[in-house]
């Protein structure tokens, strides 16, 4: 799908805000039955993003967790390599919205990786592109491989380090200006599962990302694993209930906080997935950039539920997606389409008729 070029990306803050349907085809909130598939007035681009012109697909990275080469030290300890490349990409961000991006390993986000505490970690670092990048890994390790030495063009630095302390953790470029390289896309998820492994689970990763289209810092869409409104249109299958654990990451530049309200549901919130207590029982919760969180819930009602950002601007402008619970038979066949007649209707605030 081609995407409007470097010469266009002015006008993808005006494609944003240009989605609006006409009243025809509305659906208001309460025309929505239980168990139907959820209707949708939302100001959605028509259309959807070939995951072959990325190369990355964001339903694949929902499960996508790198575990490294591995092998054992001498001693018993249990080695896990890998290979993180940076480079330059443009990437299709919404149909016909294209951003120059900087990237890990060709995603944005970048391969999630993981391990378990007490690995020791080896991640051969190449800078391909023609900016000075580096690695920065949220954890305990020590300052000779904290990342904030750039790495020029061409060049190559390997951070080495046992990982340490259990949780959810995250990775970035730390090369100045901070903000200009995250946002341009160099971040990914880093989970250290705890000694005695957690629960069985259906777990995801999501990245809670936006993008600047227009280069005015403020951002023009929001998204979930970097692709607006991807998994409103393509609802993630959960088996009704089942545990499923969400990991669930902050990287959004340029804007105070984040935040990721579920419907008709509530989950555990373990902060930081340093410790195996949860913290709150809640349906909403609010993210500055670099925090990240583990939530677990399952779903006692099948039907498709929604969850977004709960600053409605974040969810009008791509950050929004559906869960569809089922029983395990369907949920297993794989992902079913959205009714896309629009989940906002701007025109009604209410969302319906007073």
């Not at 896990?80 to 940076?86: D, F, G, H, L, T």
């Amino acid at each position: 799908m081609g995407g409007l070029g470097l010469a266009g990306i002015a006008g993808g803050a005006a494609a944003a805000r240009a989605w609006m349907p006409g009243d025809s085809g509305i659906a208001h909130a309460q025309e929505h039955q239980p168990g139907a598939p959820m209707p949708m007035t939302h100001n959605m681009v028509e259309g959807d993003v070939d995951p072959a012109v990325n190369g990355f697909d964001p339903t694949a990275i929902l499960t996508d967790f790198d575990y490294g080469a591995v092998s054992t030290l001498p001693g018993g300890q249990t080695l896990r390599e890998y290979q993180i490349v940076a480079s330059e990409k443009l990437i299709e961000i919404a149909p016909g919205v294209t951003f120059p991006a900087w990237v890990y390993n060709g995603r944005v986000p970048g391969p999630t990786i993981r391990c378990t505490q007490g690995d020791r970690l080896r991640i051969t670092f190449t800078n391909g592109s023609t900016h000075p990048h580096s690695i920065h890994f949220h954890g305990i390790h020590s300052p000779a491989v904290d990342g904030l030495t750039p790495v020029p063009p061409g060049g190559t630095f390997v951070y080495e380090f046992d990982a340490d302390p259990f949780g959810l953790h995250l990775y970035h470029c730390h090369t100045v200006p901070f903000r200009r390289h995250i946002h341009k896309g160099l971040y990914g998820a880093f989970i250290i599962d705890p000694p005695t492994p957690r629960l069985p689970a259906k777990e995801l990763i999501m990245v809670m990302n936006a993008f600047d289209t227009n280069f005015d810092a403020e951002n023009e869409f929001y998204a979930v694993n970097t692709v607006a409104f991807h998994y409103a249109k393509h609802p993630i299958p959960v088996t009704l209930g089942e545990l499923v654990r969400v990991y669930l990451v902050n990287l959004t530049e340029f804007d105070p906080l984040n935040s990721f309200h579920l419907h008709a549901n509530m989950f555990n919130v373990f902060r930081t997935g340093t410790r195996l207590e949860p913290h709150e029982y809640t349906d909403m919760i609010a993210m500055a950039q670099g925090e990240r969180h583990i939530l677990e819930f399952s779903f006692k009602f099948p039907g498709q539920s929604m969850f977004h950002a709960h600053q409605s601007e974040f969810s009008e402008l791509g950050w929004l997606g559906i869960f569809e619970a089922s029983p395990a038979i369907k949920a297993a066949a794989g992902f079913d389409q959205a009714i896309v007649a629009g989940i906002c209707d701007l025109s009604s605030p209410t969302g319906g008729t007073l």
